[in-house]
C-alpha cells in the first residue's frame, strides 16, 4: 500500500495486491475501499497487480484543508491528472489500464479521457459515468435537490423515511435499499454520503471524447451490467456501447453488488 501526496487535495491511499504484473489502476464503488476487487482472485488478480484506491471520506484517503464549502462546491475535473502525475513519479511513466465499478467509473472514464495514449484496457462494472443518473444530478446540481439533500443526511429519521418511499413506489429495489440502508445508520455515514456525492458531482466523463479515443487507440473494453441493476443498468449505457464495435459487454444475472466470488467464477468461465 502506499500514499499520492497531492498539492491542493491530500493524501490519496491506495492498496496493492495481485499476481499479474501488468499494471491496473482501480478505483470501488461507494462505501467500500480500494480493497474492494480483491474478491476477483481467480481472474482479475491473475492477469494485474492492482493498484486500488480509496476514494475520499472513505478508507485512508484524507483531504487536506478543504471546508466543507469547498467539498460541496466539488472536486475540478482537472485534479484527476494530479493523480496520475503523482502516480508516474513513484512508478515510472508507463502503460496501464483501469478498472471502475459504479461511481469509481467515473475516475476511469476521465483517465481513458486524458491517457489514452496509454491505456491498454478499460473494465467497467456497472459503471456510472456512460449516463447522466438522473437521481444523483438532481440530488447535487439543482437547487431544491440540493436542499433536500443537505436537510436530509442531517436528520436522523428524514434518511431512512425517504429510502423507505423510494422503495415503496419501486424507484428502487430490495436489495439498493438494503445497500443505501447501510451508509445512512449513523451521523457520520450521512455525512460522508452527503460529503462524497458533491465531491465528485464535477467528475463528468466526455463521453464523445472517449469513444473516439478508445477507438482510435484500440483500447480494450469490457463492460459488465448486472441484469437486475436498477442504479446503472445497461440500457441507460446502450447509446455508448453502440459506439464500440469491438466492446466485451456482458449482462450476468445479478443486481448493482458485483463485485463479488459469483462473478469472479462468472468472468473465469468466459469463452
Not at 4 to 22: A, M, Q, R, W
Not at 62 to 74: D, F, H, M, S
Not at 204 to 216: A, H, S
Not at 260 to 268: I, N, S
Amino acid at each position: 500500500m502506499g500514499f499520492l501526496d497531492i498539492p491542493g487535495l491530500g493524501k490519496k491511499h491506495y492498496h496493492e495486491y495481485g499476481t499479474g504484473n501488468k499494471p491496473l489502476l482501480a478505483f470501488h464503488g461507494y462505501g467500500m475501499t480500494g480493497r474492494q476487487f480483491h474478491v476477483l482472485e481467480r481472474s482479475i488478480l491473475k492477469e494485474y497487480h492492482v493498484y486500488g484506491f480509496d476514494h475520499f471520506f472513505h478508507g485512508e484517503s484524507k483531504l487536506n484543508g478543504w471546508t466543507e464549502q469547498q467539498i460541496i462546491a466539488g472536486m475540478p475535473k482537472p485534479i484527476v491528472k494530479a493523480y496520475m502525475d503523482e502516480w508516474f513519479k513513484q512508478h515510472g511513466r508507463q502503460r496501464f489500464s483501469v478498472l471502475g465499478y459504479s461511481i469509481g467509473a467515473n475516475i476511469a472514464l476521465i483517465l481513458v479521457e486524458e491517457y489514452a495514449d496509454l491505456i491498454d484496457t478499460m473494465i467497467l462494472m456497472a459503471p456510472d459515468g456512460l449516463s447522466v443518473y438522473k437521481g444523483f444530478h438532481f440530488l447535487t446540481h439543482r437547487p431544491i435537490g440540493k436542499y433536500l439533500f443537505k436537510h436530509v443526511t442531517k436528520s436522523k429519521w428524514l434518511a431512512p423515511t425517504l429510502l423507505k418511499s423510494l422503495k415503496k413506489i419501486k424507484f428502487i429495489d430490495e436489495s439498493l435499499y438494503q445497500i443505501a440502508y447501510n451508509e445512512i445508520d449513523t451521523e457520520q455515514k450521512r455525512q460522508d454520503v452527503y460529503y462524497t456525492l458533491n465531491l465528485i458531482r464535477l467528475l463528468k466523463p466526455d463521453t464523445t471524447k472517449i469513444v473516439q479515443l478508445i477507438n482510435k487507440y484500440n483500447i480494450k473494453c469490457r463492460l459488465i451490467f448486472g441484469k437486475y441493476d436498477n442504479l446503472f443498468p445497461m440500457k441507460a449505457a446502450q447509446p455508448f456501447i453502440d459506439k464500440l464495435p469491438n466492446a466485451e459487454v456482458y449482462e450476468v444475472n445479478m443486481g448493482h453488488w458485483l463485485v463479488t466470488k459469483q462473478l469472479d467464477e462468472y468472468l473465469v468461465n468466459l469463452p
